[in-house]
């Protein structure tokens, strides 16, 4: 039996202070020990929202990663850094990445080989746009994302990923996937990845769905066979997260 893994991605909202104090916000309300919690948060706001979240079962994860070790790559954040502070967690290859800062399939492999080498659990994003859903090419390219993302990753190390399934139309947008189109890209997500390794790796791995997840969408898409759990923006920055990783 997997086990449920509820994911707030902040995105670039909340100062350290705003971190503080949603962290607090949050913590009785997210108190839930049978789901894996975990904010994802800006980098500025790992530590503050690490010792707020002392002593409870949220985890603080980031939201980005570069690939290298250290060195002359201004603005980045390394895996070491990371990890310094005990960071478990990190979202790689969202699609506000790959559309603003020129993420390719590539780098989100090349950050993926090096969480896995860092100990670090990477949350790995696929999904397509509206046009290419429209086209009936979604599983075509999600199966290619995947595919890359996995290049030289182990089976061991594949087990204890995390995929996001966030279809690009869906998010923040108010419109959530139906819950058999969800369930539908999750399953074609699993097989992917039974063919890749095998089927142990394929029960292993975790794959959210995300894309307007809310407090009443939650219980439908967290029920579905394939879906163990949710990467959630904008609904993670209020008390609706206490609901929705208290779906059932
Ligand atoms: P929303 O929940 O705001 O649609 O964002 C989803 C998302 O991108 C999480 O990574």
Redesign the pocket.
Known sequence: MRKKIIAG?W?MNMTPSQAVALVNELKPLVANEEVDVVFCVPAIDIIPAMEAAKGSNINIGAENMYFEESGAYTGEISPAMLTDVGVKYV?LG???RREYFAETDQTVNKKVLKAFEHGITPII?CGETLEQREQGVTIDFIRQQIKIAFLNVTADQAKSAVI?Y?PIW?????KVATTAQAQEVCAAIRACINELYDEATGSAIRIQY????SADSAAELFAQPDIDGG??????LKADFGKIVNYK
């Open positions: 991605n995105k979202v969202h699609s506000e994003c996001a966030e869906a998010i923040g947008t108010g995300g894309g307007s997840v990467l959630v923006g904008g609904a993670s």
